[in-house]
């Protein structure tokens, strides 16, 4: 698998359902949104842009993604918002096109232009590396199933400060579709979690 591969998989709406450990106060908090990645090849509008945001080759691009999201977490005070959009370009490394550049419009921890380093790991997880000016994240999606994308990250925030999030975003997809007739199949007993899925 590649990146692109990974990111066409990930293509569709998700609901995801988060649970975020406050390290330091040894309290969880849970929350869920909806997410919904679309696929973007190379060549797309976007992704030139994106290269030229961060004065990169866009002929070095082989793709990227628009993502957009909207949610809630318990804690939330009127004036938060956790809705928004981002676009990034995915830029391989020329001798391991498993790894790479991840340019974004916007980052996960700061909303600024950042860069960031992805890799696809030996079990084919995408694995997303993120340094900030005041922090950094460390972000891993794998898939359980074709519709069940999880994902884990943790943010290190300079000072000490840290949450470390799990989520698990269950595909939204249409009855009548013949992806959503394979995910009703039923599956081997022995791939479930202790948790059912």
């Given at each position: 698998?590649?990146?692109?591969?990974?990111?066409?998989?990930s293509?569709?709406?998700?609901?995801?359902q988060?649970?975020t450990?406050?390290?330091?106060?040894?309290r969880?908090?849970?929350?869920?949104?909806?997410?919904?990645v679309?696929?973007?090849?190379?060549?797309?509008?976007?992704?030139?842009?994106?290269c030229q945001?961060?004065?990169?080759?866009?002929?070095?691009?082989?793709?990227g993604?628009?993502?957009t999201?909207?949610?809630?977490?318990a804690?939330?005070?009127?004036d938060?918002?956790?809705?928004?959009e981002?676009?990034?370009?995915?830029v391989?490394?020329g001798?391991?096109?498993?790894?790479?550049?991840?340019?974004?419009?916007?980052?996960?921890?700061?909303?600024?232009?950042?860069?960031?380093?992805?890799?696809?790991?030996?079990?084919?997880?995408l694995?997303?590396?993120?340094?900030?000016?005041?922090?950094?994240?460390?972000?891993?999606?794998?898939?359980?199933?074709?519709?069940?994308?999880?994902?884990?990250?943790?943010?290190?925030?300079f000072?000490?400060f840290s949450?470390?999030?799990?989520c698990?975003?269950?595909r939204?997809?249409d009855?009548?579709?013949p992806?959503a007739?394979?995910?009703?199949?039923?599956?081997?007993?022995?791939?479930?979690?202790?948790?059912?899925?």
């Open positions: 698998m590649d990146v692109m591969d990974f990111f066409r998989l293509a569709g709406q998700w609901n995801s988060r649970t450990h406050h390290l330091p106060f040894r969880a908090e849970l929350g869920g949104s909806v997410i919904v679309e696929a973007l090849e190379a060549e797309h509008p976007s992704v030139v842009e994106i945001l961060h004065s990169v080759d866009p002929a070095l691009a082989v793709g993604a628009l993502v999201w909207k949610g809630e977490m804690w939330d005070k009127e938060e918002n956790h809705e928004g981002t676009v990034f370009a995915l391989p490394d001798e391991n096109p498993k790894t790479g550049q991840l340019l974004r419009e916007r980052g996960y921890a700061e909303i600024v232009p950042v860069i960031g380093r992805y890799e696809i790991d030996d079990d084919e997880g694995l997303l590396t993120t340094e900030y000016e005041t922090m950094s994240s460390i972000e891993r999606f794998w898939f359980a199933n074709p519709n069940l994308r999880l994902r884990t990250s943790v943010v290190k925030r000072g000490g949450t470390a999030s799990f698990a975003e269950t939204m997809v009855r009548s579709s992806l007739a394979a995910a009703s199949q039923p599956t081997d007993p022995i791939a479930l979690s202790a948790f059912g899925w």
